[in-house]
């Protein structure tokens, strides 16, 4: 039952700044991969940002590279996504993920999703 507590998202306009937040309900340990997708209205769900959380690898989607940035709590098992010089086309949905490791092998665990609305 551990869940994803998204925080953050907001409406803003363009060239604003905001930091979206997820983090664990319940401490955990296993965490292989944290990160975050969008969803804007009529277009896939696309992934943004991920880390690797042992060796902090990150991985930038093409349209974010220079203005977003993910970084990790690992006492608080917690993901930021920094977002720099928001443009309308960064309205989304964004949806904090998970990968977390066991023995059987890795589980996708997923946010309810945060709303992020650009204005111009």
């Known amino acids: 039952q551990v869940q994803l507590v998204e925080s953050g998202g907001g409406l803003v306009q363009a060239g604003d700044s905001l930091r979206l937040s997820c983090a664990a309900s319940?401490?955990?340990?296993?965490?292989?991969?944290m990160g975050w997708f969008r969803q804007a209205p009529g277009k896939e769900r696309e992934s943004v940002a991920t880390i690797r959380w042992s060796s902090s690898s990150t991985y930038y989607a093409d349209s974010v590279k220079g203005r977003f940035t993910i970084s990790r709590d690992n006492a608080k098992n917690t993901v930021y996504l920094q977002m720099n010089s928001l443009k309308p086309e960064d309205t989304a949905v964004y949806y904090c993920t998970a990968q977390l490791t066991y023995s059987s092998g890795r589980f996708n665990l997923w946010g309810q999703g945060t709303q992020v609305t650009v204005s111009s």
């Open positions: 319940e401490r955990t340990f296993n965490i292989y991969t």
